[in-house]
């Protein structure tokens, strides 16, 4: 006996964002576009049966009287990118995305950068578009808090990594890759004295006091040579938004102040304007015996409203490390060794 609850013709929500119960948001990304699917799992808390239910009593008894499932019929209609990466694709070419791997491999080429530690890896986009290009990194490593996206970078970069090998590519120098489950704002040795660190797109998604306690972390802990860290500019929202805010004011004295734009992710926790970054880098800086300069991507530095993507560059002005306690926070999820790859060949 099937009892129908509810139903929806259309349904659109973010991957990874907890917007749907997961067990539909597991089964979904399983699929492709026309797919449809069948599945049946156990029934969640009875009041939220009985909340979409049109015959509370009829359901409510048979609840009571039988083994019950809950059964889901899914059809996935079309897969999208997220709002962000729609209006950054329709003003920029490249995508901004893809400028701010160019911002980041330039860096690595002028560095002569053997190491690379991607702080906020996600499903490691800028470590896989990284390796479609020659450069003097023998080890990268991405940290991500997110065991799902992970999941899905471990794929990735294993795939990419021993194709690039197979073809015998010299571009890539790549020794070892690896990929840690932990959180950015907590210290782990192995992490120590990295030649460049990135973090793209990522502090925003903290909470503010958070994004604060990451600066001095990365700075203060892992200490890498070079540092890259790059956000959103607010301001460059109402160019995004196509719209003027509402009361702006004229005086460039008020430029720091927040503006009625919306911000360009609905998961952003904050976005700042570029007094703001200036002011968040410009301590870090100073207080952990680092240089700071600020560039970014799309637009300008001297039109307004500036850069789409603010980007600060962190160096350190010590050659010498100080040394770290051991300190193993991180957990590994998955890693690579050109020479364990070398080994198994037949």
């Not at 539909?24 to 808390?45: C, D, H, W, Y």
């Not at 729609?86 to 980041?104: G, I």
């Not at 194709?163 to 015998?168: A, E, I, N, T, W």
């Not at 603010?310 to 040394?323: M, W």
Request: with cysteine; glycine share 4%.
């Amino acid at each position: 006996m099937k009892e129908h609850l509810e139903s929806s013709e259309e349904f659109e929500f973010e991957m990874g964002n907890e917007a749907v119960l997961p067990h539909v948001e597991a089964a979904i990304a399983q699929m492709t576009v026309g797919q449809s699917a069948n599945f049946r799992v156990k029934l969640p808390p009875s009041e939220f049966i009985l909340s979409v239910a049109a015959n509370s009593a009829e359901t409510l008894s048979l609840l009571s009287s039988r083994s019950c499932k809950l059964e889901y019929n899914v059809t996935l209609l079309q897969v999208t990118e997220p709002l962000e990466e729609r209006m950054e694709q329709a003003l920029f070419s490249p995508p901004l995305s893809k400028q701010r791997v160019e911002f980041a491999l330039q860096h690595i080429k002028e560095s002569s950068a053997a190491s690379l530690v991607d702080f906020g890896c996600g499903s490691g986009s800028l470590l896989d578009s990284l390796l479609s290009y020659p450069t003097s990194l023998e080890k990268i490593v991405g940290v991500d808090i997110s065991q799902r996206a992970l999941a899905r970078a471990a794929k990735s970069l294993h795939s990419k990594l021993n194709r690039l090998l197979d073809s015998k590519e010299p571009s890539s120098k790549i020794k070892s890759a690896v990929l840690y489950d932990g959180s950015i704002m907590k210290c782990d040795s192995r992490l120590h004295g990295f030649d460049i660190g990135t973090c793209l797109e990522v502090i925003e998604h903290m909470e503010e006091e958070d994004a604060y306690l990451f600066g001095d972390v990365v700075l203060s802990s892992f200490s890498p040579r070079i540092l890259i860290v790059s956000t959103p500019n607010y301001e460059y929202n109402v160019i995004l938004q196509g719209s003027a805010p509402q009361g702006q004011e004229e005086d460039p004295d008020e430029r720091n102040q927040p503006q009625n734009c919306k911000f360009r992710n609905h998961d952003h926790k904050f976005e700042w304007t570029r007094a703001q970054f200036n002011e968040w880098a410009s301590g870090l800086a100073e207080r952990h015996n680092y240089n700071v300069e600020f560039s970014g991507v799309g637009g300008a530095a001297d039109i307004e409203p500036g850069f789409a993507s603010q980007i600060a560059i962190f160096r350190r002005l010590e050659d010498n490390l100080k040394d770290m306690e051991l300190a193993k926070t991180y957990v590994p999820i998955w890693e690579w060794s050109r020479q364990d790859v070398t080994h198994q060949e037949p």
